[in-house]
Structure formats: C-alpha cells, structure tokens
C-alpha cells in the first residue's frame, strides 16, 4: 500500500513539473506577445498619423484658394 503511494505521489509530482514548465513556457510567450503588440501599437499610432498628415495635405491640394484670396 505504502508502495502504490509512493508511486502515485511521483506521478502527480511528475505532471506538477511538467505543468509548471508548460506555465512557464506559456508566460514567456505571453511577455513576448505582449512586447510586439505594444511595439505594433506604436507603430500603428504613427503610420495613422503619417496619414493623416498625408491626406490633409491631398485635401489642401485639390481645394486650392482661389486667386483672389492668395
């Protein structure tokens, strides 16, 4: 009895160490994951401003004042 106890304890610390390698494993790609969605956000920020920026300028462009008012 004692036998199967021990046996049944190895197993469970077995699966205990293979789930806290799998947790830290999934958190190191979380983390990254994380990294590149900030870096990507910033990004995004920048590229929305860069167009805005741009088409600003078009809308200028093809609504250009009349002579009179230059």
Excluded: D
Aim: proline content about 3%; cysteine-free.
């Amino acid at each position: 009895m004692a036998n199967e106890s021990e046996n049944r304890l190895a197993k469970v610390e077995s699966h205990l160490a293979h789930v806290e390698r799998l947790v830290e494993q999934l958190n190191g790609v979380v983390t990254e994951q994380s990294g590149e969605l900030t870096r990507l956000r910033k990004q995004l920020a920048g590229l929305t401003q860069s167009l805005e920026g741009l088409e600003g300028e078009r809308i200028r462009a093809t609504n250009a004042k009349p002579p009179h008012y230059q």
